[in-house]
Each structure stands twice: as C-alpha cells, then as structure tokens.
C-alpha cells in the first residue's frame, strides 16, 4: 500500500511538474510575444516619428526658403528706391547749380519701377525747359526723361 501511495504521490508530483513546465513554457512564450510586438510598436512609432520630423523639416526648409526670397526683394525693392532718390537728388542738384535755369519751380520726381524721371513745374522759356530735360538725361543716366515743364513767361 505504501509502495502504491509512493508511487500515486510520484505520478502526482510528475503531472505537477509537467503542467508546472507547460505554463512556464507558455509564460516565457507569452514574454517572447509580448517583448517582440513591443519592439514593432515601438519600431513603428520611431519610423511614424521620422517620417513627421522628415515633413516638419521640409517644412521649415520651404519656409526658410522663402523668407530669404521675401528678404533678398524687399532688399532690392529698397536698393531701387533708394537709387531712383539718389537720380531725384543728382536731377534736383544740377538744375539748382546750373545758372541759366530758373529750378525754384522745378519738381522733379524718379519712379524705379518704370526707370523714369519726370519733370514738373514751370520755367520762363522754352529754352529753360530744354536744358532742363537734357541736365536730367545727363543726371540720371539709363532713366527717361519725361519732360512735362510749362513754359510760363514771366509777366
């Protein structure tokens, strides 16, 4: 009887061990199951990560790019207002200095955008109106001259 208690009691022991085993198996597959679907996760959300920074950087390289567009015009729409006050300037100067031109009414404005410099007022001959287109040719070289003086004699 003992022998049979001895030999239930291993047989016990040896069903414990073998579903002892089997859940262990199980626990370490579902570890190895677990560890793998955390390393895809967390690969795909590095990849989605990536892929955002990658389109974010696109971004503000774009951006980037066209601020410097923006900056470099408004340079050179400055540096052209700039040189068409320069001509009005050089224009203005010349027909004050020049001692057979009444230039007191004289206006003379520059417009950079069509390249022109044109010529307002009045003056007391015709003559006068005539050095006065040929000083602001001369004065603001590679601008047209728009030559708009009235001849208004003195009274």
Avoid: W
Wanted: proline share 1%; hydrophobic share 45%; charged share 30%.
């Amino acid at each position: 009887m003992r022998r049979l208690h001895n030999g239930m009691l291993a047989l016990t022991a040896a069903l414990a061990f073998a579903v002892g085993s089997a859940a262990c198996e199980n626990t370490a597959r579902g570890v190895q199951q677990d560890a793998a679907e955390a390393k895809d996760s967390a690969k795909a959300a590095t990849d989605a990560a990536k892929a955002e920074a990658k389109d974010e950087s696109a971004e503000a390289k774009a951006e980037g790019r066209e601020a410097a567009a923006d900056a470099k015009r408004t340079a050179g729409n400055a540096g052209a207002a700039l040189d068409a006050a320069t001509e009005t300037i050089d224009v203005k100067t010349a027909l004050i200095s020049d001692a057979t031109i009444d230039a007191s009414d004289i206006n003379v404005d520059t417009f950079h955008e069509t390249k022109t410099v044109v010529l307002k007022g009045t003056v007391v001959t015709a003559a006068q109106k005539l050095e006065a287109g040929k000083i602001a040719a001369r004065e603001a070289e590679g601008y047209k001259v728009d030559n708009q003086l009235v001849v208004k004699p003195r009274s």
